[in-house]
């Protein structure tokens, strides 16, 4: 099987345009979509990611080999799995209770744990969730770099791990694996590497010390 490499983000507000710049300057074809019409960020994405095709979500998803929910949760649930189905689909969401109400499936749950079951006919990694926007396209740096910085990557298919942790490197950061999408609630809010840019001995430092990775 080919190596996958066309992406489809969902999700054009904060961080949706950093992972589609990333992607696109690591050599990605990027379709990018929100809910609505593609004609209404044609402008802006032609201004602020140059290269990214603005495209309705389902013809995105339709063509993408990876797909990426940049969309708060709360809207996550208004979409249907039956969309996702067959892909490899990055989950970049957090739940923020603040912003998305209460959303009792996530309540003291792994948020990427519920999405995978949401999405069953996908092969679902956690990723790109763990740093803010801003950070995540100003510390990313080539392989080698001496102030690289790592990202996490969890998930129960090893195949996608390995596609995503590809994509990481790729993109700017050493990948640090988890074995697991449980083992990947290091990485949600709350956990040891949220909102801190580390490398990655510390990276990996945190999560070991962290009992939730023992769990
Ligand atoms: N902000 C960060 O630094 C950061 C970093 C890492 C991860 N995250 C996580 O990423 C998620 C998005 O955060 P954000 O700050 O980028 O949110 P945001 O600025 O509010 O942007 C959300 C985007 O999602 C689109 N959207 C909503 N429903 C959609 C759907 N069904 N299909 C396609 N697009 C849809 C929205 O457009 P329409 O409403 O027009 O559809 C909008 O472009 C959150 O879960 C957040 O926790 C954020």
Do not use: C
Request: hydrophobic share 45%.
């Amino acid at each position: 099987m080919r190596e996958p490499s066309r992406l489809a983000v969902l999700g054009a507000g904060h961080v949706g345009p950093v992972i589609a710049r990333l992607a696109i300057k690591a050599g990605y074809p990027v379709a990018i979509a929100t809910s609505g019409d593609p004609e209404d960020i044609a402008l802006i994405t032609e201004l602020v990611i140059p290269g990214a095709q603005p495209r309705w979500a389902r013809d995105a998803v339709a063509d993408a080999d990876i797909v990426v929910l940049a969309i708060p949760l709360h809207r996550f649930l208004g979409i249907d799995p039956a969309l996702l189905d067959g892909k490899l689909v990055v989950d970049a969401m957090n739940y923020w209770p603040a912003s998305d109400g209460v959303l009792e499936p996530f309540e003291g749950r792994g948020s990427s744990e519920v999405v995978a079951r949401r999405l069953a006919g996908s092969a679902v990694v956690k990723a790109l969730n763990h740093i803010g926007y801003h950070e995540l396209e100003d510390r990313a740096r080539p392989a080698g770099a001496p102030d690289r910085k790592a990202a996490g990557v969890a998930g129960d298919d090893p195949a996608a791990v390995a596609t995503i942790a590809g994509l990481l490197d790729r993109i700017g950061y050493d990948p640090v694996r988890l074995e697991s999408l449980r083992a990947g609630r290091v990485l949600q809010p709350g956990g040891p590497v949220f909102g801190v840019v580390l490398t990655l001995p510390e990276f990996e430092r945190a999560v070991r010390q962290d009992a939730r990775s023992l769990a």
